[in-house]
């Protein structure tokens, strides 16, 4: 069975997380020490033991979950289950990206954490706190919704920010443009409008200054082609080339996360028949399973969940 690995983007983060591989595996210790050192910070600690507040974060959310999401694939990978053999395709969600390339081998760990924390900062930076905001759309139809979007906008910004799974859609802009696209919403019949617990307008056109930043910092990384193909977020399709992969890392930061045609990618012309989450949470698996239910989807992010899977693989 052809499979792909996926990894979890922003939200999916959880005090606690991690603890048990760090208990557990020499390997996930090592990732975690050394996420710290590149950072200069025990995020490692603020992982495990909190505040909940402090590790939402942007800036330190996204190095966390990479940190999980890491972990995770080398500790598989002492168990035999190696990505490069396993794996056709990588794919993740918004900062998964960093997460699916770290694995894959395309820049180190230290720099995979020391660009998602730029990133983190940057995107945090992009628009003052109060200005931008985010909002879930549920029950209502891509094109409605881009029709819904363009008419909220009017002189400000109001994107579609992630196209997450039929009838779950995020838009990202400035604050009265995003509340006054959930009433239009509301009226043509979205079963529910709900803003988003967020500090930014993450994947809006609000975003370019931390764009930028990122253009800036990703010219600085040695990168190298991935150890099996991406399935980027901005196109939905799989591109193994150094050269493209920043060029779309630098695109995604205000682009849109297409999450929905990435998946179907996958399951259709890639052939996956298998996707297995791999960090923190299952929110891919259950996306995976609104897009295709035929998919089979399964999360490892505990080592019940690498035992049983291993178990899975040599049943």
């Excluded at 983060?13 to 020499?26: A, F």
């Excluded at 500790?75 to 289950?81: E, I, N």
């Excluded at 409605?144 to 779950?168: E, F, M, R």
């Excluded at 045609?261 to 996956?272: H, N, Y």
Aim: proline residues 5%; glycine residues 8%.
């Amino acid at each position: 069975m052809k499979r792909a690995f996926t990894f979890p983007g922003q939200g999916s983060q959880v005090v606690g997380m991690g603890k048990e591989l760090d208990d557990t595996y020499q390997e996930a210790r090592n990732v975690f020490e050394e996420v710290d050192a590149a950072l200069g910070q025990k995020l490692s600690m603020l992982m495990f033991e909190g505040p909940d507040e402090t590790l939402r974060l942007t800036e330190n959310a996204q190095p966390a979950l990479m940190a999980v999401s890491v972990a995770v694939v080398r500790v598989l990978a002492s168990r035999g289950v190696r990505l490069a053999d396993h794996a056709a395709f990588v794919a993740g969600h918004s900062l998964g990206e960093y997460s699916a390339l770290c694995a894959a081998g395309t820049f180190s760990l230290a720099d995979a954490a020391r660009l998602l924390k730029t990133r983190g900062l940057a995107m945090q930076k992009a628009v003052p706190v109060g200005e931008g905001a985010m909002a879930a759309i549920l029950g209502i139809d891509f094109d409605a919704l881009s029709d819904i979007a363009a008419a909220a906008a009017l002189d400000q910004v109001c994107d579609i920010a992630n196209d997450n799974a039929p009838g779950q859609i995020v838009i990202s802009g400035h604050k009265a443009a995003v509340e006054r696209a959930m009433e239009l919403a509301r009226e043509k019949g979205a079963r529910r409008a709900l803003p988003l617990p967020v500090s930014a307008p993450f994947h809006s056109r609000l975003m370019a200054p931390a764009a930028e930043i990122m253009h800036e910092a990703l010219a600085t990384i040695a990168m190298h082609a991935p150890t099996v193909p991406l399935v980027a977020n901005v196109l939905a399709r799989p591109i193994s080339d150094p050269a493209e992969i920043r060029k779309r890392l630098v695109e995604q930061v205000t682009g849109m996360v297409r999450w929905t045609q990435c998946v179907a990618w996958l399951t259709g012309e890639g052939g996956v028949g298998q996707l297995v989450e791999l960090g923190a949470g299952k929110v891919l698996s259950g996306l995976a399973k609104r897009i295709n239910p035929e998919a089979a989807a399964v999360s490892i992010g505990t080592p019940a969940d690498i035992d049983a899977y291993v178990a899975a693989l040599s049943a």
